[in-house]
């Protein structure tokens, strides 16, 4: 499955692909999401390409949406 994400080269694959094993460690070390294509745990849903949430909770994608303006729901 690929990723179509304009910000996909800051996901964790694409840090493991440049060998950038500190930056995965400093985005990993308390995470909250895993990979559903690939695995990997990340503290940010920003760093995953198809995120669920880790361990106990449900395997359910955790959808996505960019937001325009200035970053809050309805660009207010």
Do not use: W
């Amino acid at each position: 499955m690929s990723c179509s994400s304009k910000d996909h080269s800051k996901h964790m694959c694409a840090l493991k692909l440049q060998g950038l094993g500190e930056c995965i460690e400093s985005l990993s070390n308390k995470p909250i999401v895993e990979c559903k294509n690939c695995g990997a745990k990340a503290n940010s849903i920003k760093n995953i390409c198809l995120a669920r949430l880790t361990e106990s909770e449900p395997e359910e994608d955790i959808v996505t949406k960019e937001v325009s303006g200035d970053g809050f729901c309805g660009a207010y």
